[in-house]
T-cell receptor
Framework: AQTVTQSQPEMSVQEAETVTLSCTYD???????LFWYKQPPSRQMILVIR??????QNATENRFSVNFQKAAKSFSLKISDSQLGDAAMYFC???????????????FGKGTLLTVNP | EPEVTQTPSHQVTQMGQEVILRCVPI?????FYWYRQILGQKVEFLVS????????KSEIFDDQFSVERPDGSNFTLKIRSTKLEDSAMYFC????????????FGEGSWLTVV
């Protein structure tokens, strides 16, 4: 079974600074998807960024980018020019790309609570 | 932008009562899910649903739970005989066809069992 580990329960960053959130995962599969979801105090789950494992290029979405290291099974999220609205719980998640079986569910890490200081 | 909608946003129920949580997935999506998040814990998969049947369920999803797609738009989660430990945020989610790879979540239904 796949597992997702977020080793940083909490992180803080100064407004306008850059912060990196860590995520590692364990899988025997070669094709899969990785996601970062943001959960603000409203508790809605908002997709931040997505990475396909077959793509070598790291995904970017405006101020958000990932460092995907497939061999190391590492998927970190970098937030540049942090804003007060970035304060939230961030979850890393894994989804298999394999046809059939349990390929449609997301497996989540425990989350990292990000605080942005003004 | 299309979104998954859930009702109610918050429900308080007496222990032992039945609860139905409702969801309207994104209209062109074919795969539907329920996830649960107990306060302070990570999000856990409950069940996935495709072509009017359960495609996968977790060990959490026992006989107390059931899902249904009663019409062309709604997707419901029924919890029978609720227990205190069922108190959690319940997220509905949906994704596109088999080739789709992103799961979109609703805003959640916060269930409090007293």
């Amino acid at each position: 079974a796949q597992t997702v580990t977020q080793s940083q329960p909490e992180m803080s960053v100064q407004e306008a600074e850059t912060v990196t959130l860590s995520c590692t995962y364990d899988t025997s599969e070669s094709d899969y998807y990785l996601f970062w979801y943001k959960q603000p105090p409203s508790r809605q789950m908002i997709l931040v960024i997505r990475q396909e494992a077959y793509k070598q290029q790291n995904a970017t979405e405006n101020r958000f980018s990932v460092n995907f290291q497939k061999a190391a099974k590492s998927f970190s999220l970098k937030i540049s020019d942090s804003q007060l609205g970035d304060a939230a719980m961030y979850f890393c998640a894994y989804r298999s790309a394999r046809s059939g079986g349990s390929n449609y569910k997301l497996t989540f890490g425990k989350g990292t609570l990000l605080t942005v200081n003004p | 932008e299309p979104e998954v909608t859930q009702t109610p946003s918050h429900q308080v129920t007496q222990m032992g009562q039945e609860v139905i949580l409702r969801c309207v997935p994104i209209s062109n999506h074919l795969y539907f899910y329920w996830y649960r998040q107990i306060l302070g814990q990570k999000v856990e998969f409950l069940v996935s649903f495709y072509n009017n049947e359960i495609s996968e369920k977790s060990e959490i999803f026992d006989d107390q739970f059931s899902v249904e797609r009663p019409d062309g738009s709604n997707f419901t989660l029924k919890i029978r005989s609720t227990k205190l430990e069922d108190s959690a945020m319940y997220f509905c989610a949906s994704s596109e066809t088999r080739s789709g790879n992103t799961i979109y979540f609703g805003e959640g239904s916060w269930l409090t069992v007293v």
